[in-house]
């Protein structure tokens, strides 16, 4: 009896500090556009912000502010293009956190 209730306080203290789902966002290059995915698996309410910084071929760089509230178990989607629409987008990097 001695040993079940150990096991039971082992199974219920294991729950209670099981770690969070890690919200992180996903970004795609899609030459002439970049598409910024979050996905929030959570139970709670996140807020993701930060920068996108985006190079294009012809050497010119953008930068543009990402912020959203993905809600519980939703998705957040959004999409930035390149200024000139002929020029392709060589490269990104971000910032983004959510918390």
Not at 14 to 40: E, H, I, L, R, T
Request: hydrophobic share 40%; proline share 1%.
């Amino acid at each position: 009896m001695k040993n079940l209730t150990m096991v039971l306080a082992l199974l219920v203290t294991g729950s209670v500090f099981a770690a969070k789902d890690a919200v992180f966002p996903n970004v795609y290059n899609y030459g002439s556009q970049v598409q910024v995915q979050v996905w929030n698996h959570d139970a709670r309410n996140v807020h993701c912000n930060g920068t996108l910084w985006m190079r294009t071929q012809s050497g010119k760089s953008y930068s543009e502010y990402y912020s959203d509230w993905v809600f519980a178990r939703g998705s957040s989607f959004r999409t930035f293009y390149a200024r000139d629409i002929n020029d392709r987008i060589q490269s990104v990097s971000h910032n983004i956190s959510c918390f």
